[in-house]
């Protein structure tokens, strides 16, 4: 049971250290926001088993942060919602929760339902990494090998290029990887080719003629897996002609930042 993380998202100070006390006694690691914010930070650092959302948070909306947790395929959800309409309990498990528990509610109830949870998690072993070749994409750690050599991925980066390998070859739009890979609402397209650019220039063979995440015109990216099957060589290696360790690679590509 040690091994499993719960995370707490509760706008409500008390119930949220009330909820965390309860579980940490019957052995569960646990991690508490307040907020959005925190929350996606913890997420990201922590990949947590199971999240306890509230649907109404200080700093946005319960409902479309569930949803983008949902899309990640990590953790299991629990909403804890004030809202009691039907419509209400509707929306919260079409937006990706596992469960729905409106408030006021029992302690003795909250945690038969997070026990049931579990219990359905264990049945399922999503898998811990994604295998293309000489590229291995840990979900786990959150991590990237290209031939065994780790590349420095920021947390969006990380985000952005799971969210291209899952569609497994499926151009998407920037207003769908946007909507996938972004935890927050952002209207700006064009923030998916400033992100798809620097991605380019630490995991692509050659930044200035990219082949692994490729430009679908009028449509927006796709991750190309196939490539990975030909012969490989490190990212860079063909932009200087010699082999660099992928860190290094902060100036290749550097004159295609007009290109997409």
């Known amino acids: 049971m040690g091994a499993i993380c719960i995370q707490i998202v509760e706008g409500n100070p008390h119930l949220r250290s009330l909820l965390g006390w309860h579980l940490q006694q019957v052995g569960y690691g646990v991690y508490q926001s307040a907020d959005i914010r925190h929350a996606r930070e913890i997420f990201y650092n922590r990949q947590p088993t199971l999240v306890i959302?509230?649907?109404d948070l200080p700093d946005g909306d319960g409902i479309e942060y569930c949803r983008w947790i949902s899309q990640q395929?990590?953790?299991m959800i629990l909403m804890l919602s004030a809202?009691?309409?039907e419509a209400d309990v509707v929306q919260g498990l079409r937006a990706?929760?596992?469960d729905y528990l409106k408030?006021?509610?029992?302690?003795?109830?909250f945690l038969a339902r997070v026990e049931a949870l579990l219990r359905r998690h264990r049945h399922i072993t999503p898998p811990a990494c994604l295998n293309y070749g000489d590229l291995q994409i840990d979900l786990v750690q959150r991590r990237v090998r290209f031939q065994g050599v780790p590349i420095d991925l920021t947390p969006q980066e990380f985000s952005l290029l799971y969210?291209?390998?899952?569609?497994n070859g499926t151009p998407l739009s920037?207003?769908?990887l946007l909507r996938r890979a972004w935890p927050d609402a952002i209207d700006n397209p064009r923030t998916i080719d400033t992100h798809v650019l620097s991605l380019r220039k630490k995991i692509e063979t050659d930044p200035r003629q990219p082949s692994l995440i490729q430009t679908v015109r009028n449509v927006g990216y796709r991750f190309n897996p196939e490539i990975l099957n030909c012969k490989a060589t490190p990212p860079g290696a063909a932009a200087n002609n010699q082999s660099k360790p992928p860190r290094t690679l902060s100036q290749a590509g550097a004159n295609d930042a007009h290109r997409n």
């Open 163 to 167: 969210v291209l390998a899952q569609a």
């Open 83 to 85: 809202r009691s309409t």
């Open 103 to 109: 408030k006021p509610f029992g302690m003795q109830e």
């Open 73 to 75: 395929q990590v953790s």
């Open 53 to 55: 959302l509230d649907s």
């Open 96 to 98: 990706g929760a596992d």
């Open 174 to 176: 920037r207003t769908e």
